[in-house]
């Protein structure tokens, strides 16, 4: 409820325009002794109509919060460790040569275009998983003319996988648990993030897609693991910034960072 507010109550980074948020549950058919109670919750219980208690633990959640600090970074600036990072842009435009150059820096432990100057960092592991391009006949020959350490990158050949064992492979599941665990790798690319979504989830639900992806957010907090999500742009008349991100805004809440993609008035010059 207070998100859904971004661009009718506040926008950018004005959040003292948000509004207070009430929240009220009527209960059709209650246990007996919440039968005609009227009860309202805070950092204390107060009964209003009745006395409908509720254990302390069931609404102090004040313990589920910590002080807000600096999240390490892997690209200091623009990929925060171990949270969710979101390239989004048309076709066409460069987020895949893009991710390629921030692959081969990292495993290689050299300076990617993003990196301030004088930035260094140790070689990584890196994984990336995409279902756009064959890695044998397409990925590994762009990745070794973008200068990466093969050795210090592994992926599944999705475009190989005739058995159809990796297409079991979603955001949520118990393989892609496995497999972030197994490999443990300090960044995993998803390319497109549609193509790791569960075919039952419906993009444009805000709940479906929080739960799709929070166990992303857990592992990579558990395991220390970024994660890259990499997806298009849509065409929508009117559409900005949030709601440019193709089939589901909802992205853009999930993530720590967002990058976005484009060309800009001046012909073939890309920001």
Not at 51 to 79: Q, T
Not at 185 to 200: A, E, H, M, N
Not at 210 to 223: F, K, N, Q, T, Y
Request: charged letters at 25%.
């Amino acid at each position: 409820m207070i998100s859904s507010q971004y661009g009718r109550e506040f926008t950018g980074p004005h959040h003292e325009n948000i509004k207070k948020v009430y929240s009220i549950w009527i209960c059709m058919k209650p246990p007996q002794y919440r039968e005609n109670t009227i009860t309202r919750h805070r950092l204390a219980e107060e009964h209003l109509v009745g006395e409908g208690k509720e254990p302390v633990r069931n609404y102090d959640l004040l313990s589920l919060f910590k002080p807000l600090k600096d999240f390490p970074e892997l690209v200091p600036g623009w990929i925060p460790e171990a949270q969710i990072t979101l390239i989004a842009a048309d076709g066409d435009i460069g987020k895949t040569t893009l991710w390629y150059h921030i692959i081969a820096a990292l495993s290689n432990g050299t300076t990617c275009i993003l990196d301030p100057p004088g930035h260094t960092r140790e070689p990584m592991r890196i994984t990336f998983l995409t279902t756009e391009d064959s890695v044998r006949k397409k990925l590994r020959k762009k990745l070794r003319l973008a200068g990466a350490n093969m050795r210090n990158i592994i992926t599944p050949d999705f475009a190989a996988d005739k058995d159809g064992l990796l297409r079991k492979v979603k955001f949520g599941t118990p393989e892609m648990d496995t497999i972030l665990r197994t490999l443990h790798p300090v960044l995993c690319i998803f390319d497109p993030v549609q193509g790791f979504t569960p075919p039952k989830v419906n993009m444009g639900s805000r709940n479906e897609m929080r739960d799709c992806m929070a166990p992303l957010v857990s592992i990579g907090e558990d395991i220390n693991t970024t994660a890259l999500l990499i997806c298009h742009t849509n065409k929508r008349k009117g559409a900005y910034s949030r709601d440019r991100i193709a089939d589901s805004a909802d992205l853009w809440d999930i993530a720590r960072s967002v990058m976005m993609a484009g060309y800009t008035e001046e012909q073939g010059i890309c920001y």
